[in-house]
């Protein structure tokens, strides 16, 4: 080839002449280089594809095992089938959540919070994976870690699975913020409370367990949590 | 129109057609590693599966290295091992001559021994193979012999860039360890080369990352004390596998050269031994890897893992398996990493980083120390984080690793691989390649 490049033509520019033969073969070479590439990409990217397909298959196989675990209450088998599941597919935010759960419950909290905040990168206003990071972080002792993630759990947007009604993020708010001695914030937070809570007696118990531990904490104005009522038909009630 | 039919400008400069042909081995060369990779996992999924009986994640080890050394002492022997050695020779002495075939010998040989369980990597064979299509496709274009040596290093980048999904790593890989310049002319086509390969493998692949890496602060000045223990340790376990690597290969040279076929089915059976009581060691082991980087492992879990991955790689590339040593490197400097950073959170008097940051370290500490690569080691750390921060720390433990590693073994591991096999490449002069015999 350096051989041929090296000649230059002194015919005139502007007669066609037949092209240098090894050039000519060098370019043929590589159109058919690029031909084979092209073949390798498609062969490739069908390997790749049914990989993938594998991948989810197993992902699914193991996050089944894993629910299944968890639900008998084994919960390092279903911590190793949530790790499983995650190493096969990747890309899965329920097998991250899961397994980030699972760690959480097991006290793992390092890891959990590590799988969490990448979690929170893509979905900065999910209500399930700040409400997670919120309770590692009060398990942590970081107030103001923690309250930040409880509010945006409380107002964030259910982007990952099937959150907790809000009024559970909201009184383990209440408590955590009468652990730290947060009064002030703690009765904000339980008058919110007041104006959500479901009409279910359980709701209404622990609400009425705050505010009496708020109040032998701190004397407080007094909180009107009214008592549960039934529903009219037209859903609204009297 | 007129002018487009004139002999000039149909000329095609021997510059121009390098650089397409740059282009055209790095998609090629990226596209090997990319289908290398995928290989491993299909092996791995029909010859162990998802849910194996011990009994075969015992034997498929054995099973697959009898094949596999059949292979490689009746029509592959230049495939044994990692294949950056090889690559090396080949760019230093050969004048960039590789058969093809050892391009297709070393995906035959590797892809069944890492899908059964032997704890190898899969970057040093990439790298051999991408660096063995690069020779074969200037060796059928006629390049000349200066040209056909310098695709040795674009196909070695473009291998390791898609393998590796760091492209950067792989141009100063290729630059510090395949052609041990760092000033080499060659920037632009390895450049050119790793860049096609990433294209290419992220078009296949996506782009999700290889590792998910935590992010990292510098929590206290004094957590540079935790960072400097981490770089002499590192040093020591660097020198501790480098001697260990070397001596298991020693004896398995020294047994009778008819033993030789069937040396890689020996090791498969302590491979399998080694399966039963830590399954983790297993293969690439990548998955293990990210749950130490996001701080998912017990301190005595993470010093097991450590101890039997290296037990495991001596093995299986000392019986001499197609398989790298990159990968492995990798996962116990990050299982040392995070066990330092498990201890450092239990005795520092002040706040640490998350365990994951010291595994992270820890990876370019034995990098450094083993593969004797500084360089690559703290840009491959840097391209995984793309965080600034981690510099200073990294660099710390990488140069007190490759200080201790260089001072008590001073051979780097490819080239003392390279004196066993009667290869003698001087570590100051590349150039001075001596071959015996």
Avoid at chain 1, 148 to 156: E, F, P, S, V
Avoid at chain 2, 145 to 150: S, T
Avoid at chain 2, 239 to 264: D, E, I, N, T
Wanted: hydrophobic share 50%; charged share 15%; proline share 7%.
């Amino acid at each position: 080839m350096s051989e041929d490049d090296q000649q230059e033509p002194d015919q005139n520019e502007q007669t066609p002449l037949p092209r240098p033969p090894l050039i000519q073969r060098e370019v043929a070479l590589l159109v058919i280089l690029c031909a084979m590439a092209v073949a390798l990409f498609a062969g490739t990217q069908r390997l790749a594809a049914w990989s993938r397909r594998l991948s989810v298959e197993n992902g699914a196989m193991w996050f089944a095992r894993g629910e299944t675990a968890a639900q008998r209450g084994d919960r390092n088998a279903a911590l190793a089938a949530f790790r499983k599941a995650v190493a096969a597919d990747r890309t899965s935010t329920p097998y991250e959540l899961a397994l980030a759960r699972g760690l959480a419950d097991a006290g793992h909290d390092d890891e959990a919070e590590q799988i969490l905040l990448r979690l929170r990168d893509g979905e900065p206003d999910d209500i399930e994976v700040n409400y997670r990071l919120a309770r590692i972080a009060a398990r942590a002792g970081r107030l103001d870690e923690a309250q930040r993630y409880y509010n945006h759990a409380l107002y964030g947007i259910d982007r990952t699975g099937v959150p907790p009604p809000r009024y559970v993020i909201r009184i383990e708010l209440v408590g955590f913020l009468l652990d730290h001695d947060d009064l002030d914030a703690a009765q904000d937070e339980l008058n919110a409370l007041v104006r959500e809570l479901p009409d279910t007696p359980a709701a209404h118990q622990q609400a009425d367990a705050l505010k009496a531990r708020l109040e032998r904490l701190r004397p407080a104005p007094p909180v009107a949590i009214p008592a549960p009522v039934p529903s009219t038909p037209d859903g609204g009630a009297q | 129109m007129k002018r487009l039919l004139t002999p000039s400008a149909w000329r095609v400069r021997e510059n121009q057609l390098f650089l397409a042909l740059t282009v055209v081995i790095g998609i090629i060369a990226g596209l090997g590693a990319v289908l290398f990779a995928l290989s491993i996992e299909a092996a791995r999924h029909f010859i162990v599966g998802t849910d194996a009986p011990w009994w075969r994640v015992a034997l498929a080890p054995c099973l697959a290295s009898v094949v596999s050394g059949i292979l490689l002492s009746r029509f592959f022997p230049d495939a044994r091992g990692s294949g950056i050695p090889q690559t090396k020779v080949a760019f230093h002495a050969q004048d960039g001559v590789m058969h093809p075939r050892v391009a297709l010998g070393k995906f035959l040989t590797a892809v069944p021994v890492i899908g059964a369980g032997h704890s190898m990597g899969r970057e040093g064979p990439s790298v051999q193979i991408g660096a063995a299509a690069a020779s074969w496709a200037g060796q059928w274009l006629r390049l000349p012999r200066e040209r056909l040596r310098d695709l040795i290093p674009v196909g070695a980048s473009a291998a390791l860039a898609a393998a590796f999904n760091t492209p950067v790593a792989a141009v100063l890989f290729s630059l510090e360890e395949i052609i041990a310049d760092m000033n080499a002319p060659l920037i632009g086509s390895t450049v050119v080369a790793a860049v096609s390969a990433v294209v290419v493998e992220r078009a296949i692949l996506g782009n999700e990352p290889l590792f998910h890496v935590p992010q990292y602060r510098l929590m206290h000045p004094g957590e540079l004390l935790a960072y400097v223990a981490l770089g002499v340790i590192g040093g020591i376990a660097s020198v501790a596998f480098c001697k260990g690597l070397l001596g298991a290969r020693a004896a398995f040279q020294r047994m009778p050269a008819k033993s030789r076929m069937w040396q890689p089915a020996i090791g498969g059976l302590m491979i399998g031994a080694i399966l039963l009581v830590t399954p983790e060691v297993a293969g690439v082991g990548y998955e293990h890897v990210d749950q130490a980087l996001n701080g998912g492992l017990l301190l005595r879990v993470a010093v097991l893992l450590c101890v039997m991955k290296m037990i495991a790689t001596i093995v299986s590339y000392a019986s001499g398996n197609a398989g790298g040593i990159f990968a492995p490197t990798l996962y116990f400097g990050a299982m040392l990493g995070g066990a330092v950073g498990l201890i450092a959170r239990q005795l520092a008097p002040f706040p640490v980083a998350a365990p994951g940051a010291y595994a992270l370290v820890g990876m370019g500490a034995l990098f450094a120390g083993i593969i004797r690569a500084p360089m690559t080691s703290v840009f491959m750390i840097f391209e995984i984080t793309q965080d600034y921060q981690i510099l200073v720390p990294l660099m710390v433990a990488n140069m007190l690793s490759f200080v201790i590693s260089q001072r008590y073994q001073p051979d780097p591991i490819y080239h003392a691989l390279l004196a066993q096999d009667g290869v003698s490449l001087s570590p100051h002069d590349a150039t001075a390649l001596h071959v015996e015999g």
